[in-house]
Structure formats: structure tokens, C-alpha cells
């Protein structure tokens, strides 16, 4: 199997974590040395302040200061920025793009908005007036956390704007993901799921953005790229082996395990903000312990 889309964004995107510091501000400095981390282990593109960068609890402000460090610290690299700008307030998030593109993001991430829950129609409006503002743009449909579903028939009219070129599918349905694939040919499928990578990527997505690959980098980049190769047999013996990651990193709310696993096994990152809590030390112990399985990848 070989790709016959194009990847915008690169086949592997994390979804970056957002450090903070003890007093819990957003800490610079840490989000810089992270960016280059993940960019040398096998990230294409990090996605900053999406649902994984904790955004719900994060400003404006600190939103437009994470993209210009995290800008600032892969400049030079082959890694785009994506600026996770998708809120359930159009205006908000039509601001945030513009101001993302300023400041040098490569494409923007779009959620579908959450709580007010708009109908199809709603998100036609709302997704494209974030596409006039120019960047490439992924949509993000994650119908678990916002309660609604972008529908097919959506996607293939958002996708006659020139500027939405990707989405993010966690809609954990392979039969959608096919759907979607054999009826908008024009838009670019990414995995949004780190168990569901190698399934989609049988059915036509080009790579995903991830969450374990801060643990495990460098193995879902090369299931990626033997997916992508046509090699089916080592494809599907990492999907295996990085299943068990793939299971602790959500045996409570992301960010909640991965955060805590990365301030553990990397470098202090911070808690999350309420109103998530900190990953019970059960759920680290299974995180630690399935980042243990894959050393020597």
C-alpha cells in the first residue's frame, strides 16, 4: 500500500502537551526543549494547543505565546506547526487563525464546536470562515467530545474550499473512514485515534497526529512509514507492539497519562490544569511499563 494522497502536514503529527511550571504558568522554556525533542524523534508536524495541549483551560494570550515559542524552536526544521484555533465561538476562532498565521504556523487544527453543538449546516459556516483566513487547514471530528459528528456529505462541501486540505478522524469508525476516503478523494484522512493508526492506514489514511508518540516517537513513525511503504507484515507487528502504550496512555483523560508519564521519563512538565486531575499512579505505573516493552525499537 502506498499513499495516493498527498500528506500536508507530514504522516506523523503529535499532539503536542502544553508544560507548566510549579505555579502553573505555561512554561516557555520547557515547550521550546519539547518541540525540538519530538522533532528529532520522529514527529512531521506538532499540533499546539489542541484538546491534548489542554486547550479548554488555556487564554488567548498563552494560545498566541505557545505558537511563537513553538515556531521559534523548530525554525530551520523540516516540522510544520499547527495552531489548534478551533473553539465553539466562530469569531474566537476565525482571530486565533489569523494571528497563528502572523505569527508563522504552517495550518491551523479545527475542532468541531463542542457544547453548542451546531447542525451541519452551522459547521459548513463555521469551518469555512476559518479556511478564508488562508492557512491550510485539518478539521477534527471527534464526535466523543463535542457531541457531534461531521457528517460525509459536510466534509465533501467543506472540501471544496481550497484551504481545508486534512481532518483529524476519531470518530473510531473504519467503515466512516472509508467512506470518507472513497467519497471526498480531495481531503486528506488522518488517523486521530494512536489504536486505530494502522487500521485507517489500511483503508486509505496517510499517518496520524498522536498522542503516545511523546513516549514512543520514533515506533509509531516507523509503523507510518512501513504502512506507507507496502510493508503490511512489519506495519502490523508494531501496531501490536504498541498497542499496550496506546491502551494506558487512555486509561484515564488525555492528557492526564501522558502528561504525568512525560514528567516522569523525560523532564518535569508540570500537572494538568483543573479541572483535570493528575493520572493515578496505577495508570503511570501501566504507562512506564508499556513504554518499557518497546525499548530497543
Same mark, same amino acid.
Given at each position: ?12 503529527? =503529535? ?5 507548566? =511550571?510549579?505555579? /502553573? ?6 515547550? $521550546?526543549?519539547? @518541540? %525540538? ?9 506538532? #499540533? ?12 488567548s494570550?498563552? +494560545?498566541?505565546?505557545?505558537?511563537k ?10 516540522t ?19 494571528r497563528?498565521?502572523?505569527? /508563522? ?23 469555512? @470562515?476559518?479556511a478564508?483566513?488562508g ?18 456529505? =459536510? ?9 481545508? #486540505? ?5 470518530? !473510531?469508525?473504519?467503515?466512516f473512514?472509508?467512506? =470518507?476516503?472513497? %467519497? ?10 494512536d489504536?486505530?493508526? $494502522?487500521?485507517? &492506514? ?9 498522542? #503516545?508518540?511523546?513516549?514512543?516517537? %520514533?515506533?509509531?513513525?516507523? &509503523? ?6 507496502g ?5 502490523r ?13 487512555? !486509561? ?6 501522558? +502528561? ?5 521519563? $523525560?523532564?518535569p512538565?508540570?500537572?494538568? %490544569?483543573?479541572?483535570l ?21
Amino acid at each position: 500500500m502506498s499513499s495516493f494522497l498527498p500528506a500536508p502536514f507530514g504522516n506523523v503529527a =503529535t499532539a503536542m502537551i502544553t508544560p507548566f =511550571t510549579v505555579s /502553573g504558568d505555561v512554561d516557555h522554556e520547557k515547550a $521550546w526543549r519539547l @518541540a %525540538r525533542f519530538l522533532s528529532d524523534n520522529g514527529s512531521d508536524a506538532l #499540533v499546539v494547543t489542541g484538546t491534548t495541549g489542554e486547550s479548554p483551560t488555556l487564554s488567548s494570550v498563552e +494560545k498566541l505565546a505557545l505558537y511563537k515559542t513553538v515556531v521559534d524552536a523548530v525554525a530551520g526544521k523540516d516540522t510544520h506547526v499547527i495552531a489548534g484555533t478551533g473553539t465553539y465561538n466562530t469569531a474566537e476562532s476565525v482571530e486565533l487563525s489569523g494571528r497563528a498565521a502572523e505569527l /508563522g504556523c504552517a495550518g491551523v487544527l479545527a475542532v468541531t464546536p463542542y457544547y453548542n453543538k451546531p447542525d451541519q449546516a452551522g459547521l459548513v459556516g463555521h469551518f469555512s @470562515a476559518i479556511a478564508d483566513v488562508g492557512l491550510p487547514v485539518m478539521l477534527y471530528n471527534i464526535p466523543s467530545r463535542t457531541g457531534t459528528r461531521i457528517e460525509i456529505d =459536510t466534509l465533501a462541501r467543506l472540501a471544496e474550499h481550497e484551504s481545508i #486540505v486534512a481532518v483529524k478522524d476519531a470518530v !473510531l469508525d473504519i467503515e466512516f473512514t472509508g467512506h =470518507t476516503i472513497n %467519497r471526498v478523494p480531495g481531503l486528506t484522512v488522518y488517523s486521530g485515534q494512536d489504536s486505530f493508526t $494502522w487500521p485507517m &492506514m489500511a483503508v486509505g489514511a496517510v499517518g496520524v497526529v498522536s498522542v #503516545v508518540s511523546h513516549l514512543a516517537g %520514533r515506533a509509531v513513525a516507523a &509503523m507510518v512509514r512501513a504502512g506507507l511503504a507496502g510493508d503490511v507484515a512489519e506495519a502490523r507487528r508494531l501496531h501490536h507492539l504498541l498497542l499496550p502504550l496506546c491502551e494506558a496512555c487512555f !486509561l484515564e483523560t488525555n492528557p492526564s497519562p501522558v +502528561k504525568g508519564a512525560m514528567d516522569r521519563l $523525560w523532564e518535569p512538565v508540570g500537572d494538568v %490544569r483543573p479541572p483535570l486531575v493528575r493520572a493515578s499512579e496505577e495508570t503511570l505505573v501501566a504507562v512506564e511499563k508499556a513504554v518499557g516493552a518497546l525499548q530497543g525499537l
